[in-house]
């Protein structure tokens, strides 16, 4: 077998490549990266070129040499990054209900690594959810697709619709039901059965059926791999923070929080700071300020809620005399929330004071704010800081994210069918549908096994290239 100048395309067919063969990781080198005269950013620089050039002729050489290409076909795609989006939007919108009302946490639970952690759990949850929901429903397309080829007279099924002799209307949802929809649910329940089937094998202390334990383990393996590349992809591609996926405190960032303008304490003096007196950074924020707030405001919304007062910029048109505050500068943490915590004993003996930041928020939020520290500050309560948590928090479930997404890319980046392999197995035969649903499964997993060996070589290049920088070569 000889070397080839390209990574292996993510196909299934690469049967040397999945098994880590040597001949099949080795790539040629450019030939100018041994001519750079030691200059470490002609070096990296090459570096760089050199994946940018390898993905892309990998992608060409996927689309027009007949091997599986990076996506699947359009009619499985838009349905499975639907379907895939959705699951990571209901296990996250579980996961803030669950924070929200049983466990009572929010952004301001203490410490921050209790609600990163727990976002960091949602996105490989929805990871993993939204995997199945587009393996599933790419065996279902699959098998649409295999029932319309079969129709009558190989027209659509839409003509064969029109075209049936029943006359009652109800009778024609019924033969649709049988038909199309009961044989589409059975294959995606199929193709999700199988690829969690191996994780729930009881039977892995008997050490003489090894095959079973190796199916287990890749099983878990591929789980692992699934979760991985959605926790990459939320935090990198989409911007997203962990934290996010947590109610919304009304006295700590929201989880809508993305910019903040730095309230200076430069201006603080040293007996500002170990006294009681208001020091001047704990002021409204000034017009400038606010008109940054206003821009950060539009386009990422309250820090809060989320709201962007869409249906509130008709007041651009209006006099500036008559105009209303869209977004207030929020200080976070508030006035009240701030001085408790610099008159704390430690904070007076070292002298130090809490840095504070103004952040975008709508006027309900505010109010909001106000009426829950008012209380609190009239009733004495020792930690203003947890006031606005818990089941005070702010409940955003409902609200679409850029980063839902995740779950639609993970589906469509980890669902690997062809047609002639699926569409060809769906038959009427219990045994062909069987067959079917495996090939799609191992298909799946040994395309995400591809996409992890790809990265492999590409930060063993990267490994390599560091050392020759390093040692002057």
Known sequence: MNSSPLPPPLSIDNDHFISGGSTGRRRRRHKHHQTVNNNPFHSIQSTLDNICTQLSDKLSSQYYNGAQSVLPPPHILLPSVLSGTLAFYATSFSSQYIQHKLLKMSTGTRPAIIPISVGVATVAMGSWMGHLAGLGTAAAAARYTALSSSSLDGTSPWMFWNRTKQT???????????????????????????????????????????????????????AARICIIGIITYKTIFRSNFMSLSPSSYTARGSFARKGIPIPTSSLSSSSRSSSIIPSSFNYATKSQRDILHKIGTRYGCHTCGSRLLFHRK???????????????????????????????????????????????????????????????????????????????????????????????????????????????????????????????????????????????????????????????
């Open 168 to 222: 009652d209307f109800m009778e024609q949802c019924h033969s649709l039901l049988e038909e199309k929809i009961v044989p589409m649910k059975d294959a995606a329940c199929r193709t999700v059965h199988e690829m969690i089937r191996p994780m729930t094998i009881d039977n892995i202390n008997n050490k003489t059926n090894r095959r079973v334990q190796q199916e287990r383990k890749e099983a878990w393996f591929h």
């Open 315 to 473: 007041q651009r048109l209006l006099p500036t005399a008559q105009k209303k505050i869209m977004f207030h500068g929020d200080h976070i943490p508030p006035v009240s929330v701030a001085k408790q915590i610099n008159n704390r004993w430690y904070n007076r003996k070292l002298g130090r004071t809490v840095a504070q930041r103004f952040y975008p928020q709508c006027t309900n939020c505010s109010n909001k704010q106000g009426g829950l520290l008012s209380r609190a500050v009239n009733a004495g309560h020792g930690n203003l800081h947890a006031v606005g948590g818990g089941s005070e928090s702010y409940f955003h479930g409902w609200r679409m994210r850029m980063g839902h997404l995740t779950g639609g890319l993970v589906a469509a980046m980890s669902t690997a069918t062809t047609t002639t392999t699926v569409v060809g197995g769906g038959g009427s035969s219990e045994e062909k549908e069987e067959e079917a649903a495996v090939v799609l499964v191992q298909s799946s997993r040994d395309r995400i096994r591809s996409i992890q060996y790809w990265v492999e070589d590409l930060l063993r290049d990267a490994k390599r290239t560091i050392g020759n920088v390093w040692d002057g070569r």
